[in-house]
């Protein structure tokens, strides 16, 4: 049987990562791995993820299985952080996930289920393991374009243009914030022109928010998924808590389906437990506790924001510090959409060439597309980062 198996294409990301851990040389900076890092380059548990593990060490009694769709405590807590009553809570079925990977997976299970002939509309570019995913289910994906390669900026007119090829059923799957790769977002303005196409043309929303909070806010990040939410019949959320908890490992992710007629949300709850039930049976709980007890207890929640605010005032001043470095070498302000980005990336534009030769000469480790993870930088490497992407000529 073995013999049979053929080798899948490697990961880019963990290829990368695995050259920048071979590479001898002291200075070497790594901007292509997809976590939050502090100064010291570390990826820390939070305060708050600290406590509340604390809390239920000590208060759980039991390890048995939680119900198919999780603790009905998390997905609470989750659909008021995102949503925060845009929705009515009995038009929302919800179920815990092994990370945002996880619900975007079972998310597409249920489109194929639910319409087989369903295309998925998805930015150019957008997160690989989103293609990956839908190519592996056998999914039909038709990329729309998103990013504008000279103003670094989105392309919405031809993002419109190529979403009103979409047909009555297929589905649309949005960044609800801070998107992947690119760091560039859509306006409020715009968003409500993709609802207005959406409604009108018959299509499925489908956003994926995974970066809530690390770009103009908890409210603000989570605007464009609720105005969505509130005025689309049906939609699909899948986020995830690995980044503004900085539970990676924990695997804690949330799925919504969300319709306007509540009476089918319990067909949409039933089915999303089913789906849970085949794939991996009951989700993870360890992250998802954390959560909910951290959500619920008015200090840690206070004490979580404070960190989760610095950690994105980190982000934006490392952002603000490389544009204008880079506009201080290179004398023009061509560089300035890097502080006008949000989340932890941005696509600088650079081609596969000089991506190359950033690696090569410089040490510095980027994915071949130019995104980088602006938290991989810190005061120090800013500028050696600048110099070296003014010398390949970026």
Not at 160 to 178: M, N, T, Y
């Amino acid at each position: 049987m073995f013999e049979h198996l053929k080798p899948q294409p490697a990961d880019k990301i963990l290829a990368l990562m695995q050259m920048y851990r071979e590479d001898p040389r002291d200075q070497k900076i790594d901007l292509g791995v997809g976590v939050y890092k502090n100064a010291e380059g570390i990826t820390p548990v939070m305060r708050a993820v600290k406590a509340a593990e604390r809390q239920v060490w000590e208060e759980q009694q039991s390890k048995a299985y939680t119900g198919l769709a999780g603790d009905p405590a998390y997905s609470d807590a989750m659909i008021n952080l995102i949503l925060n009553g845009a929705v009515p809570r009995e038009n929302v079925a919800a179920v815990a996930t092994p990370g945002g990977t996880g619900a975007c997976r079972q998310a597409f299970e249920l489109v194929r289920m639910a319409n087989p002939s369903a295309r998925i509309f998805v930015s150019n570019p957008t997160w690989p393991n989103h293609i990956s995913i839908l190519n592996y289910l056998g999914i039909e994906m038709v990329p729309y374009r998103y990013f504008d390669a000279e103003t670094r900026g989105v392309d919405f007119d031809g993002m419109i243009e190529d979403l009103k090829q979409a047909r009555p059923g297929d589905v649309v799957l949005l960044h609800g914030c801070c998107h992947n790769p690119t760091g560039a977002n859509m306006n409020l303005i715009q968003w409500q022109d993709v609802v207005n196409l959406i409604n009108e043309q018959g299509l499925i929303a489908m956003i994926d928010i995974a970066y809530q909070g690390f770009g103009d806010g908890l409210e603000e990040d989570a605007a464009a998924t609720r105005l969505v939410a509130s005025s689309v019949s049906e939609c699909l959320i899948a986020a995830s808590c690995s980044k503004n908890f900085g539970v990676y490992r924990e695997r804690t992710g949330l799925l919504m389906a969300i319709s306007a007629d509540a009476s089918q949300t319990a067909l949409n709850q039933s089915t999303l437990a089913f789906l849970n039930r085949q794939n991996y049976s009951f989700p993870p709980d360890h992250g998802a506790r954390v959560v909910t007890t951290i959500l619920g207890d008015v200090a840690l929640r206070a004490d979580w924001q404070q960190e989760l605010e610095e950690v994105r005032l980190s982000m934006l001043g490392l952002r603000q510090q490389l544009a204008d470095e880079l506009q201080r070498l290179s004398g023009s302000d061509r560089f300035g959409f890097i502080a006008q980005h949000r989340g932890m990336f941005s696509r600088i534009g650079a081609a596969p060439e000089l991506v190359e030769k950033l690696r090569v000469e410089h040490g510095i480790y980027m994915v071949g597309d130019s995104r980088m993870n602006i938290a991989g930088l810190n005061a120090q490497t800013v500028p050696i980062l600048a110099q070296a992407i003014v010398e390949v000529g970026v």
